[in-house]
Nanobody, 124 residues
Framework: VQLQASGGGLVQAGDSLRLSCVAS????????MGWFRQAPGKEREFVAA?????????LYGNSVAGRFTISRDHGKNTVLLQMNRLKPEDTAIYYC?????????????????WGRGTLVTVSS
């Protein structure tokens, strides 16, 4: 499975961005997709996750709940992350990840495949 994240860029505080992650190759076994981020000098942080199945389970990290929205497009094997009211502390490389056959939620080691990341920079 290959994951390609896109949509990052440089924005000002209060602006919005939408990230996209497209999965390809062996996608029939995918169960959930998630977003994580890592800022310079900081540990990786969970952002959001969503199941691929019909139950539509969703989980958000505390720092983004209420501002970010994760969604999926089954037909295109794509997961989106709509980021609103961005803050300078949202600056990070954002990675998408996917797990096969089970729900990993915020548990990063539970994800089987990772994309290369897309950089989001929020200026004050």
């Amino acid at each position: 499975v290959q994951l390609q994240a896109s949509g990052g860029g440089l924005v000002q505080a209060g602006d919005s961005l939408r990230l996209s992650c497209v999965a390809s190759g062996g996608t029939s076994s995918l169960y959930a997709m998630g977003w994580f981020r890592q800022a310079p000098g900081k540990e990786r942080e969970f952002v959001a996750a969503i199941t691929e199945s019909g139950d539509g389970q969703i989980l958000y990290g505390n720092s983004v709940a209420g501002r970010f929205t994760i969604s999926r497009d089954h037909g295109k094997n794509t997961v989106l992350l709509q980021m609103n009211r961005l803050k300078p502390e949202d600056t990070a490389i954002y990675y998408c990840a996917t797990s096969e056959n089970y729900w990993s939620g915020s548990y990063a080691p539970g994800y089987d495949y990772w994309g290369r990341g897309t950089l989001v920079t929020v200026s004050s």
